[in-house]
């Protein structure tokens, strides 16, 4: 398991995918994601099966909350994608349980991603994509420091209107920098 203040992060197990079903329904949650079409539990169990013949790195990873001495499961996320000879992959979070958006989870699973891939996956980059009208995953990356690497015009389509896909990337150097930097700074303080 993989610790942060609030939440952890953990194998998805098969008890976790009918909230998976009902979030992937929710237009709100699936706007920032590619999903379009409805998803049944049948797909979902499918899913479930292919992730087991998936490298143990590359299967995402169920995030949970504290709430009391309770973990209430309210999303996934993980790294696939790997290049590994260049030692980067691609990012991706989902907060489907909507009460729990909005308290800083997001942010926090990131910097928990952030700290994983560099410290323990040892990779030299992480990217992700994000579609330019998801403003709110767009904010989280850049406080965390993620750059705009380049923009897919009209890559996407959702709402009856074309849209770009941002791709952003942080590399190992500038997040230890960060680190550093924030160091002194609570250091001064
Ligand atoms: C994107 C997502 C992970 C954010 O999670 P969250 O827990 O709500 O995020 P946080 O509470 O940590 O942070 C939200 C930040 O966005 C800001 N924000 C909220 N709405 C915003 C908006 N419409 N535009 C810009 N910023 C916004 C908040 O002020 C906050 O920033 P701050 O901490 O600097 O004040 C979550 O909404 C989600 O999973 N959405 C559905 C799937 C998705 O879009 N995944 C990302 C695909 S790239």
Not at 83 to 95: D, P, S, Y
């Amino acid at each position: 398991l993989i610790y942060g203040q609030k939440i952890r992060l953990r194998a998805i197990e098969r008890d976790d995918l009918p909230r998976f079903v009902v979030w992937l329904n929710d237009p709100e949650v699936r706007a920032g994601i590619s999903r379009f079409l409805p998803i049944g539990s049948a797909e979902e169990e499918h899913w479930f099966e292919g992730l087991q013949q998936e490298p143990a790195y590359q299967r995402p990873l169920a995030i949970d909350v504290r709430e009391g001495d309770r973990w209430i499961h309210i999303g996934s996320c993980g790294f696939f994608n790997f290049n590994l000879q260049a030692r980067n992959a691609e990012l991706g979070i989902l907060i489907g349980n909507k009460d729990f958006w909005g308290r800083g989870l997001g942010t926090e699973t990131m910097c928990v991603l952030l700290e994983y891939a560099f410290q323990t996956l040892n990779l030299h980059r992480v990217y992700l994509r994000v579609y330019q009208s998801n403003t709110r995953a767009g904010h989280i990356y850049r406080k965390l420091g993620f750059l705009e690497e380049g923009r897919l015009r009209d890559d996407a389509f959702s709402a009856g209107a074309y849209q770009d896909t941002i791709v952003m990337g942080i590399l190992g150097r500038e997040w230890r920098a960060q680190q550093a930097d924030e160091k002194v700074q609570h250091g001064k303080q």
